[in-house]
């Protein structure tokens, strides 16, 4: 990409689509176009194509959607798979009407059924049935795909998809009601910290596996993506290649926050998928991998969240 080429960053607030702007400003890209959801609801098709039409950008980088955790999409199903599909769909249109030929599309490593081998290649994509909890987002985010797939197919555009798996990091949602897993687990241990509690709550069983990448180094794999020339326009796993179960994970962060009293694991919530470990073999050949270890994004995450409490007391 050309150091002044216009870039839209759709999402440019949320967790990833932030830390893409980090990555872009860092790398010299000085033309990064952005638009609050105020300035631009993009589920509102005319004025998504209005706003391509008239700015025309030369790539587009979509890290807008609606997103939560296992109890936020499970209950609020309907409007994980409205908000997204209209996201995706108004964007993805709208680029190639404005003539955009480079897009990005951020999925989820939820697309892949809930059963699959691990670790998970990019060819289990719709083999098996789906995680229940999240099942609506899940199939946002394959149609989201299969889009990129087809305007590829019918009209010779380069849009990829890149599925993370569980990413945390800077700008995260801390809101236990509707925050994933590796946030919750960092609020609630803070704040058993400070109440100098004995012990502090982990929904399900401990048991499941999962895999976490910091949100820099997803965005750094993105930017690496849509500066190569010549590569083939596809789907792209992006993790760690390691995982380890929630008990794990909690007991790391309960280090890296402090808190030493004991994890109680609540069975009556539900652990949704048991492993979700993604094969990174497709984006590792191109030569790309992941640098930050979970505990060094640990300790910056938790000094975020710090940092964001400090600001919110002001």
Known sequence: MDKSAKIYVAGHRGMVGSAIV?????????????????????????????????????????????????HANNVYRAEFLYQNLMIEANVAHGAWQAGVTRMLFLGSSCIYPRDCPQPIKEEYLLTGALEQTNEPYAIAKIAGVKLCESYNRQYGTQY????????????????????HVLPALIRKAHEARLRGDSSYEVWGSG????????????????????????IEPGLFNVGTGKDITIRELAETVMDVVGFRGAIVFDSSKPDGTPRKLLNVDRLRNLGWSARTSLRDGLTMTYTDFLAGMARDRL
């Open 160 to 179: 990829m998809s890149v599925m993370p798996t569980n990413l945390y990091g800077i700008n995260d949602n801390y809101d236990l009601n509707n925050s």
């Open 22 to 70: 980090r990555r872009l400003q860092s790398a010299g890209y000085s033309n990064i176009l952005t638009r609050s959801h105020a300035d631009l609801d993009l589920t509102q098709q005319s004025k998504v194509v209005e706003f391509l039409a008239t700015e025309r950008p030369d790539y587009v980088f979509m890290a807008a959607a609606k997103v939560g955790g296992i």
């Open 207 to 230: 048991r499941p596996m999962r895999e976490f990448l910091y949100v820099d180094d997803m965005a750094d794999a993105c930017v690496f993506l849509m500066e190569q020339e010549g």
